[in-house]
C-alpha cells in the first residue's frame, strides 16, 4: 500500500505540476468543456480551471486511503489490496491525462478533445475491466447492486462478467480516436449498456440463486 500511495502522490505531483508550468502561459480565462464534435463550449478562469483537477485527484487519493477503513467488510479488501492500489493508480492517471489534454489544447495545440479523450477512456475501462474479476465484496468498489451485495455468488459472478463487459466496452470506446465524429457514442453508449447488463444479470442470478435455496421458514411454537 505505501508503494501505491507513494506513487499516486507521484502522478498527482505530476499533474500540479503541469498545471503550474501553463499557468503563466495563458490568459484569464481557458476552455475547460468541449460539445460532442470536440469544439470548446465552455470556459472557467485558469486558476480553477488549473487547479480543479488537481484539487480532484487530491480529494479522490484521500477519500480512496480512508475507504478500507470505514467499510464494514474492511477484512476483505486485504484479499483484493493489489487490484485495489491498481484501480487508484489507473484513476490518478486518467485524470492527469484529461489534465494534460486541458493544458495542451489550451496553450495552442490544435486537436479535437473528444477524438483524444477516447484512447483514455478506453484504457480506463478496459484496464477496470482487468481488475474488477477480483475484487471481493465490499461496499464502496465494483459492481454494488442489492443482488450484488446480498450474495457472494452473485458478486463473483456478476464481476466476472462485468470484467468482461467493461474490457470490451473500453476497446470499443478507444476506436472513438479513429472515428471522430462517433468518438461520443462510441465511449457512452458500450459503458452504460454494459452497466445495466451488470445490474439486470445480477438481479436474476439473485433470483436463481433463491429460486434454488428458497429461504427457510421458521415454525412458531404453540
Not at 50 to 59: A, D
Not at 83 to 104: D, Q
Not at 125 to 134: A, T, Y
Request: glycine share 6%.
Amino acid at each position: 500500500m505505501k508503494k501505491a500511495t507513494l506513487l499516486s502522490i507521484c502522478i498527482l505531483f505530476i499533474t500540479a505540476m503541469i498545471s503550474l508550468w501553463a499557468y503563466p502561459q495563458l490568459t484569464g480565462t481557458i476552455a475547460t468543456h468541449w460539445n460532442a464534435d470536440g469544439q470548446a463550449n465552455g470556459t472557467m478562469s485558469k486558476f480553477w480551471g488549473l487547479l480543479l483537477l488537481p484539487l480532484v485527484s487530491l480529494g479522490m487519493l484521500a477519500l480512496f486511503l480512508v475507504l478500507p477503513l470505514i467499510d464494514p467488510l474492511k477484512k476483505n479488501f486485504e484479499k483484493f489490496r493489489r487490484e485495489y492500489n491498481f484501480i487508484i493508480i489507473t484513476l490518478m492517471c486518467f485524470i492527469s491525462y484529461i489534465n494534460l489534454l486541458i493544458v495542451m489544447w489550451n496553450i495552442g495545440l490544435g486537436f479535437n478533445m473528444s477524438q483524444a479523450i477516447a484512447p483514455g477512456i478506453g484504457a480506463l475501462f478496459f484496464l477496470l475491466g482487468l481488475l474488477i474479476k477480483n475484487i471481493k465484496m465490499n461496499w464502496f468498489v465494483g459492481i454494488r447492486t442489492p443482488w450484488t451485495l446480498s450474495s457472494d455468488t452473485v458478486w463473483q459472478k456478476t464481476h466476472v462478467l462485468g470484467s468482461k463487459l467493461f474490457m470490451i466496452s473500453g476497446v470499443i470506446a478507444a476506436t472513438g480516436a479513429i472515428f471522430p465524429n462517433y468518438s461520443v457514442l462510441l465511449m457512452v453508449v458500450p459503458v452504460i449498456v454494459s452497466s445495466l447488463w451488470a445490474i439486470f444479470y445480477s438481479y436474476f442470478e439473485y433470483q436463481k440463486e433463491n429460486h434454488k435455496n428458497p429461504p427457510r421458514s421458521h415454525s412458531t411454537p404453540h
